[in-house]
């Protein structure tokens, strides 16, 4: 597994493969594929999926944790 340390800016990341990942830390109205996702909460992304991350509101960090 990989992990990626988002420092509570605004962005969008565009999966390449269909992964399960998992959101820890800051709360930044995750939205994959136009759906909420909860934070410290899972998912999966289908290749071509974006996660659209907003501004942190709480805690400045967000981990985002990668299966493979």
Do not use: C, S, Y
Not at 29 to 56: D, Y
């Amino acid at each position: 597994a990989a992990a990626i340390e988002v420092p509570g800016v605004a962005m969008r990341l565009r999966f390449l493969h269909d992964t399960a990942f998992a959101l820890t830390g800051a709360d930044m109205q995750a939205m994959l594929a136009g759906q909420p996702i909860p934070a410290n909460w899972r998912a999966f992304a289908r290749a071509g999926e974006e996660l659209v991350l907003g501004h942190a509101r709480r805690n400045p960090k967000l981990r985002i944790a990668l299966v493979g």
